[in-house]
């Protein structure tokens, strides 16, 4: 079928609608009377800033945010004090949203390569032309089945309703992509829980937090939502402050946070969780039943091997008395809470290892209680569920050997950069040479789109629909809606031209394919409606109302949906415990490498911003750089000095080299590297700048997942003799005066020093 102009405005229609005014931002009621338009918010051209509730999708767990418009142009953002997830808190990323919106490098038509890959060589095309080469592209390949894959990243809410819908009518091939997994993690949950999703960690009421591993307080899940969380256990209640001990082979923010940090080698958190077990089940202080159910048939007896003097060695600590003391506080407080990710999930026995940390909360039978873990409600629309992990590694290993070997044809990638964000062992680069087309949906130049031939950009989150269903929720039925706040950027240059969203494309595609998605609407926002109209029927939650219209328009107002009384179970039955095998670490080196999220770009996808490069780390203070924590004694040893550039080598053969930044905090055999930089391609902001620790990493997985073990390598490093200027926050703001005549700090000569005595 070719797609006429004609027939593909009619199918793509508009993703323009209905913003609604956000009215808990001190706003006036009355406002409401008029300015709850039908048409985008832009309109109103009166001088006057509104504000619109939506979703930010910078971050795994999207928040709530509010966005204040002028005259059409998205000024301000601030977190959403009704939506349940982040209560008007919101992350840096959440802010610089603002900067993707107006990107100076956004890709304001479709394009379709002219010289070799990767040249970055590009003309304008129509959507017209670009969806019927698309479609006349997969119609071509001799099965879809075989030889065409769509890659993206994980989504979730109705824009996983429309993919889910694609992919299974179309046959396409689909892999969901991240480069910091959290397979492993949602596996042990699902293990020890029984649910999908993350759980909720109800920190508020907690009164003892034991951490292994995950960054709470930074990067890891819901941080927004732990962070606010914090407060009220540090200090939100008379004669409580809640205490937190972090288990960490790195000195991350949680653990600087932390009461008590307790470092131990890389890999073994999960060794130290057992051996806490151990020291509770030997007290005799647990349930019968508990024990029955993690140890069924008499297999208790296997788990006094992890008795603290068993085990003291190989996790790296000098006495029994840390884990001693930390089973008995842990078992003795009212509220405890044992949690744990990040690095410590990040090895060959990482899905052994969280399970034993999960399970940590059955024995103090705090799961579904007031400062425990609170379990998760299915979601309310059918279809409409929470972000699926990512797949594993170990099934992109099997992808590149299938492009390897001539198999794909076609490859799609949207919000996915898989150039970028795998080891450089798989030869993933060079083997993308071998696929005849590849089409990206991007609005951004990034790695792995600058080797596309057909290039589709899709609109900024604040110019689109959506929704989301959290994927760490609140222990109640949520839905975030997202609604466009400002009309397409790029709509000037005409319907033809410009960005559009992915659901919509999909939708467009599969009806010229022929292909029946089930769906309810031809676009994407009706989609949307169908999934409100449903709520509006049932009668109960969050938004009250006596016609849907009014439903609508209150759900985009509250930028969502949820329902307080709609929960998720009080309780659920242990799952057998098992042993965890030792770690496998790769490499030779005198140096654990801990390659670690970043605060600001995260797992680089945030790189291209100015704003998140120069937000300096919480740890160093450093920005617009990658750097490598190494210990201030290992350093002088050594002869480095901050800014030393460093070639960092792992057992692949592979090095990069970043600067040094000497820590006493680091351990001593620890080498710190920040996720984030080191792009190919990726606009002025972030192409070329820093390295890339992905390229390092070897080829290893967790044995049970799949999984990357992006923290089992030991490495090398060599100063090179040549030194940067580490761009930094301390010390780089200069004093300022609070007036003309007074000083901060109030500066002396020696001369009015010897007046002044």
């Excluded at 945010?65 to 990323?93: F, L, Q």
């Excluded at 467009?508 to 509006?536: H, P, R, Y």
């Amino acid at each position: 079928m070719t797609l006429t102009r004609r027939q593909f405005l009619t199918l793509m229609g508009g993703t323009t609608g209905a913003a609604v005014l956000f009215q808990a931002c001190g706003v006036p009621e009355m406002e409401l009377l008029v300015d709850a338009p039908i048409e985008m918010p832009e309109d109103l051209v009166n001088g006057t800033d509104n504000w619109y509730a939506t979703m930010c999708s910078q971050c795994d767990n999207s928040e709530g945010i509010i966005v204040r418009v002028m005259e059409g142009r998205a000024k301000k953002v601030e977190g959403n004090v009704d939506y349940p997830i982040n209560i008007g808190g919101h992350t840096a990323r959440c802010e610089a949203v603002l900067q993707a919106l107006y990107h100076p490098d956004r890709i304001s038509a479709p394009m379709v390569r002219t010289g070799p890959r990767g040249s970055g060589e590009y003309r304008e095309i129509s959507w017209d032309d670009a969806i019927n080469r698309l479609s006349e592209t997969l119609n071509s390949v001799d099965s879809i089945e075989k030889d065409a894959v769509l890659i993206t990243n994980p989504v979730g809410g109705h824009l996983g309703l429309v993919v889910d819908s694609f992919v299974s009518k179309s046959g396409i091939n689909r892999y969901t992509y991240e480069p910091v997994e959290t397979n492993v993690e949602r596996r042990a949950v699902s293990e020890v829980f029984g649910q999908s999703s993350m759980p909720d960690f109800d920190i508020d009421n907690a009164e003892y937090i034991l951490s292994f591993g995950a960054d709470f307080l930074s990067t890891w899940n819901a941080s927004t939502r732990y962070v606010r969380g914090y407060g009220d256990f540090r200090q939100g209640r008379k004669d409580v402050r809640g205490k937190l001990v972090h288990i960490d082979s790195r000195f991350s923010s949680t653990a600087a946070n932390a009461d008590k940090w307790i470092r131990v080698n890389p890999g073994t958190e999960g060794l130290f969780a057992l051996s806490v077990m151990q020291v509770i089940i030997s007290s005799g202080e647990v349930s019968s039943d508990i024990i029955s159910a993690m140890f069924p048939a008499g297999g208790r007896r296997w788990i006094d091997d992890y008795a603290p003097v068993n085990i003291i060695e190989k996790i790296g600590l000098d006495s029994t008395e840390i884990i001693e003391e930390v089973a008995y506080d842990f078992s003795h407080n009212h509220h405890p809470i044992a949690l744990g990710g990040g690095p410590a999930a990040a090895h060959s026995n990482g899905f052994e290892s969280m399970k034993a940390v999960y399970s940590l909360n059955h024995l103090v039978e705090n799961v579904g209680k007031k400062g425990g873990v609170i379990l998760n409600p299915e979601s309310p629309l059918s279809g409409v569920n929470p972000a699926s992990p990512g797949d594993p590694y170990t099934d992109f290993r099997e992808l590149n050997n299938n492009i390897d070997a001539g198999e794909v044809k076609l490859l799609m990638v949207r919000g996915a950069n898989p150039y970028y964000g795998l080891p450089d062992v798989l030869s993933l680069k060079t083997n993308l040479s071998k696929v005849d087309t590849i089409v990206s949906f991007s609005g951004m130049m990034d790695d792995t789109t600058s080797m596309a031939d057909l290039i589709l950009p899709e609109h900024n989150s604040l110019e689109d629909w959506g929704t989301d269903v959290p994927i760490s929720g609140v222990g109640y039925q949520t839905i975030g809606f997202q609604q466009p706040v400002v009309r397409p950027f790029f709509e000037p240059r005409g319907d033809n031209l410009g960005t559009k969203g992915f659901a919509d494309v999909l939708m467009t595609l599969s009806q010229i394919m022929d292909l029946e998605l089930g769906l309810n609407g031809d676009i994407f926002k009706d989609v949307i409606k169908d999934g409100a109209k449903t709520l509006f029927d049932m009668n109960r939650g969050s938004i009250s109302a006596n016609s849907f219209e009014d439903f609508w328009n209150g759900v985009l107002q509250r930028g969502g949906w949820w329902d307080t009384n709609a929960k998720g179970p009080d309780y659920v039955k242990p799952n057998a415990m098992e042993r965890i095998p030792d770690p496998i670490i790769l490499g030779n080196g005198d140096f654990y490498l801990q390659p670690f999220p970043s605060a600001s770009l995260y797992d680089g996808r945030g790189a291209s911003l100015p704003w998140l490069q120069a937000m300096p780390d919480p740890i160093s203070t450093a920005t617009w750089q990658t750097w490598a924590e190494i210990n201030h004694e290992e350093a002088d040893k050594l002869g480095i000095k901050e800014g030393d550039v460093l070639e960092i080598t792992s057992s692949t053969g592979k090095t990069i080299k970043v600067l040094a930044m000497p820590n006493p905090a680091t351990p001593h055999d620890i080498i710190g590297i920040p996720f984030g930089q080191g792009h190919r391609d990726y606009g002025r902001y972030a192409t070329g700048r820093g390295a890339n620790v992905m390229e390092i990493l070897s080829d290893i997985s967790d044995a049970r997942t799949g999984s990357l073990a992006w923290a089992a390598n030991k490495v090398t490093i060599k100063p090179t003799g040549e030194w940067i200027r580490v761009p930094k926050f301390e010390n780089t703001v200069p004093e300022f005066p609070r007036d003309e005549h007074h000083d901060i700090i109030q500066i002396y000569s020696k001369d009015e020093m010897n007046d002044h005595h």
